[in-house]
């Protein structure tokens, strides 16, 4: 089974903040694979689902992001995963806007979502680390993630990478780094497909 976290703040005043973009990512999953209705367990929101012909459960922890911990924590164990069965969907402040990668292991990166995921977990599941972009001071990340995505942002990149990474999902689901590759590899071409070559003039 696949468990697919969805990192935010719970409640409308955080809905369209830059720090919930995981949230969105779920609920697209969600919306675009026909899963559930959500529901409340694990201290969070999950909707059940197959994603890749794989059971999945997508979880967004109601715990506020600081604690997310608790709740993957407890649907981790509950339904006794393997960490590469968890693929946690975040913002990252180090990729700029439009860019996802995939990544598994490594540090928190200043992310407290992630670092209580690390305390509660270990380091070793799957992230997908949607770039925002970063305010340009480590002073002005706190307001920076908790504000609205602009309306230039919601109108140009945003709706791309959240399509690109619902449709794309499910080839996540074979677990391997090639399935990983193939995912990044695919989400960056529908959010940035090359021009079309010109047709040649025939002689």
Known sequence: MLLLV????????????????GFMAADLIVRRHGFSTWRKRFQGEVAEGTLGGVRALALKPMTYMNDSGQSVGEAVRFHKLDLNDVI?????????????????GGGAGGHNGIRDLDAHL???????????GHP???????????????????ESWLPKVLDAVASEAPLMAGGT????EKFMSRV????????EKPEKKQP
């Open 177 to 180: 780094k090639v399935d990983d």
């Open 6 to 21: 969805g990192l935010g703040n719970p409640g409308p005043r955080h809905a369209a903040q830059r720090h919930n973009i």
């Open 188 to 195: 960056a071409y529908l959010i940035s497909p090359p021009p």
């Open 88 to 104: 946690v969907f975040h913002d990252e402040l180090d990729l700029a806007p439009g860019k996802v990668r995939v990544k598994t």
């Open 122 to 132: 270990g380091p070793d599941y799957r992230r997908v680390r949607m770039g925002i």
């Open 136 to 154: 340009g001071h480590k002073d002005l990340v706190h307001g920076y993630v908790l504000q609205d995505f602009s309306k230039a942002e919601r």
